[in-house]
């Protein structure tokens, strides 16, 4: 129960800091290109993804 207790105290003093640290220049221009980050590795995975289901589908299809 108390690790219970500080991974949620952890939790909102991280939000707390990452809210206050993207109020100013730095902070915006880090989360800003986190978010990009994050947008490009997320499309990466989707067309993984697709890619991969189309392989399969065509491997389906041949059998």
């Not at 991974?7 to 800091?17: E, H, K, N, Q, S």
């Not at 978010?35 to 991969?52: H, I, T």
């Amino acid at each position: 129960m108390k690790s219970l207790f500080l991974l949620t105290v952890g939790v909102v003093g991280g939000f707390a800091v990452a809210h206050q640290f993207n109020k100013t220049p730095r902070g915006q221009r880090f989360f800003g290109e986190l978010d990009g980050s994050v947008k490009s590795f997320r499309a990466a995975v989707v067309d993984g993804y697709k890619a991969r289901e189309a392989e399969l589908r065509t491997d389906r299809e041949e059998s």
